[in-house]
């Protein structure tokens, strides 16, 4: 998720989805896990959980979250997560961890039953499951939504993408380390109810006066999911702190200090591993039927937790009149 601390920097304002258009490469592991998340914690259990006990919450979670892009216009394409960047491997496992001792508390709370307690932490110990994975493709296959396998960090090629394919205009991802990777426009908030947040690249390095290659080593001695930070540097520190000395090697060398691996660090944000080996169609036709039968009677959702969702996507695909939903 990135350091949330470089929203004291980030210069983003609201911004309507009547105000938006073209393709947004959505971060699929962060949009996915958001609705997992609040579907969890505000869906009765029994509507996504089949009879042998599989819990498929992110099916309800996905017809819930796509009317906003087929309501608008933007098309949204799915990156997925491949590899994990090996200097990633500690934060992988702290993030274990932390899920390990929500679980034992969640635990605790269903001995005491504690039905608000239980549903919190429910919504916070999911994962992505390799079945979570693979319904999640096959419902955006029947939906005819674009999806696209990154190499290595999804963040990091939809970021690419963004910079680089003339045909998406945004990011889509509550990630800050999309700043860090030079994402031109990143839409914040995009399963939140109301208005998104624009995040700017370039007016947050003018807003700051510096360089790209600047923002990235500020980001290092805040802390990121590589490294750890140098104690008492947030981001209005860290930020005077490099244009003082110029970059972060400078800075590291004025307080005495060493950060591990630093050099390859900063790569991973300005040299990341993502390709331009793809292709989507973005005349999207979606099977609605086919997507419905799928869910309720392979998975055993309740028809009534997605039905509103399916009424909004076909009244989409009739009212908007736009060539690429007919």
């Known amino acids: 998720m990135g350091n949330a601390d470089l929203r004291q920097l980030a210069v983003i304002e609201e911004v309507g989805f009547d105000e938006l258009d073209g393709a947004v490469a959505v971060d699929a592991h962060n949009w996915l896990y958001k609705y997992l998340t609040t579907t969890v914690r505000f869906t009765r259990d029994d509507a996504y959980t089949t009879a042998d006990g599989t819990e498929v919450p992110n099916l309800i979670g996905v017809v819930r979250g796509l009317p906003k892009f087929f309501e608008n216009d933007l098309t949204p394409v799915f990156v997925f ?3 994990v960047v090996g200097l990633k491997d500690e934060e992988v496992e702290s993030r274990r961890e932390e899920r390990e001792k929500r679980e034992a508390k969640l635990e605790e709370a269903r001995e005491a039953g504690d039905a608000l307690e239980v549903a919190r932490l429910d919504s916070q110990t999911q994962r992505l499951t390799d079945v979570i994975h693979e319904t999640t493709r096959e419902l955006l296959r029947l939906l005819d939504v674009p999806m696209i396998e990154a190499p290595a960090e999804g963040e990091a090629q939809a970021s690419h ?3 680089t394919d003339e045909d998406v205009r945004y990011v889509g991802s509550d990630d800050y380390d999309c700043l860090l990777l030079g994402a031109p426009l990143t839409l914040r908030q995009l399963t939140s109810t109301g208005d ?3 995040m700017d690249f370039e007016a947050t390095l003018a807003e700051h006066d510096v360089t790209w290659e600047q923002l990235v080593d500020v980001g290092i001695l805040c802390g990121t999911d590589f490294n750890d930070g140098l104690p008492g540097y947030g981001p209005k520190t860290a930020l005077k702190a490099v244009k003082e000395h110029g970059d972060l090697w400078a800075v590291l060398d004025d307080e ?7 050099d390859r660090i900063r790569e991973l944000f300005l040299d990341p591993d993502v390709t331009d080996d793809y292709d989507y169609d973005d005349d999207v036709d979606p099977d609605l039927d086919a997507a419905r039968d799928y869910l309720v009677d392979d998975w055993g959702i309740a028809a ?4 509103r969702a399916f009424e909004r996507i076909e009244e989409s695909v009739t ?3 736009l060539d690429r939903w007919t």
């Open 81 to 83: 997560d491949g590899r």
């Open 161 to 163: 993408m963004a910079r």
């Open 196 to 198: 998104v947040e624009r």
């Open 256 to 262: 005495d200090e060493y950060i591990d691996d630093a």
């Open 304 to 307: 009534d937790e997605i039905e």
């Open 319 to 321: 009212q908007t009149g």
